[in-house]
């Protein structure tokens, strides 16, 4: 059994890991600076509401010495990072810094597993993205968590920090036994197109002149409870610390994803043709070899993901 702390514990990805590690016997701790919805509270052995840089929690997370750290928490999207940079910097870059700090001076052994992402990459180079690719984020989002990738790098080999940083490609679906997943109102693809399909609302689609087979954009989706196995593994330590995409290797439309929404729930989407967002490149999937060499992570596939999504949507107002 492990002592593992999760920032973000509140949250979708954050509260999906609590619960693969709790199911798996461990010991775990979660900061949050909002209280966890109704369906997670007492899931964790104990939560602190608190800012993850705050004092407070800093001098919490150095008396737990954990054996790990599962850094959830941040501010993840693209479109507010173009209006509002100084709170992505702010919150993902110079917080971060002072955890990481924290991490290196008063339990240089603990595992340091980070919530990176593929906006990391902006624009592909090639089909799809390898982790030694050049980075070109198109976002201060995605410069935010590339600024901490670099820094994590620059420490292990400096001071061998101990690190795993995934970069998650599109998080999607629910916990397959129900208890988790996205909370109303959130913006990711899937969640709205299924709360449309559920709410009987229109649903906007964000731009069908990009250069892709249909003109909707490309993404590589990967469910939420294959993320959280992935942390789970990799709180083994023989997993070489570096940079790791977490994704499929396949990438799918917004039209494939509004295909099989309602190939799967029975039910017909009422679509508006909206502008594009700012920062969304036209294609962007992951080339997800190097972790899966080391570790069986992947259990679930599109449909899965809609499936579990759907009953969580249903269930949930
Ligand atoms: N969801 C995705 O598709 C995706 C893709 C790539 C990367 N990520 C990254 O994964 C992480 C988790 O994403 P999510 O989808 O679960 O987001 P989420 O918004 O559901 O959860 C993030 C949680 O972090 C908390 N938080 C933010 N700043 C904090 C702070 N300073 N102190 C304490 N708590 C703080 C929020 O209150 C929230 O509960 C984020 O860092 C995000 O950037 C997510």
Not at 69 to 78: D, K, N, P, Q
Not at 115 to 137: F, H
Not at 231 to 249: E, K, M, Q, V, W
């Amino acid at each position: 059994m492990s002592v593992v702390i999760v920032t973000g514990s509140a949250g979708y990805i954050g509260g999906q890991t609590v619960l693969q590690l709790k199911d798996a016997g461990h010991e775990v701790y979660g900061i949050d600076r909002r209280h966890p919805p109704k369906h997670m509270l007492d899931v964790t052995n104990r939560f602190m509401l608190q800012d993850f840089a705050s004092d407070a929690a800093l001098s919490w997370i150095i008396q737990k010495q954990p054996d790990a750290i599962v850094h959830c928490a941040g501010t993840s999207l693209v479109g507010p990072s173009m209006k509002d940079p100084s709170e992505y910097y702010n919150n993902n870059m110079v917080k971060t810094l002072k955890l990481v700090d924290v991490v290196k001076t008063s339990m240089p052994r603990s595992r340091f597993i980070f919530s990176s992402s593929a906006a990391t990459y902006g624009r592909p180079i090639g089909d799809s993205c390898l982790e030694s690719n050049q980075c070109m984020p198109l976002s201060p989002y995605g410069e935010s968590k590339l600024m901490i990738d670099i820094i994590l790098e620059s420490y292990h080999k400096a001071h061998n920090f101990n690190y795993v940083s995934f970069r998650y490609f599109n998080a999607c679906g629910a916990d397959p036994l129900g208890r988790h997943g996205q909370e109303p109102g959130a913006t990711h693809i899937i969640a709205r197109v299924l709360e449309s399909l559920r709410d009987d609302k229109e649903f906007t689609l964000y731009g069908d002149n990009y250069r892709t087979n249909d003109g909707t954009c490309v993404r590589d989706y990967v469910h939420v409870d294959d993320i959280a196995r992935a942390h789970l593994l990799a709180l083994d330590t023989t997993i070489p610390a570096g940079i790791y995409n977490l994704g499929s290797n396949t990438g799918t439309s917004c039209k494939e994803i509004i295909a099989a929404a309602e190939r799967i729930t029975g039910k017909k989407l009422k679509v508006a043709i909206g502008t594009r967002r700012g920062g969304d490149p036209a294609t962007l999937t992951a080339s997800a070899g190097k972790f899966n060499k080391l570790a069986d992570w992947r259990h679930y596939n599109l449909n899965d993901i809609i499936q579990h999504a759907w009953k969580w949507t249903s269930n949930v107002r």
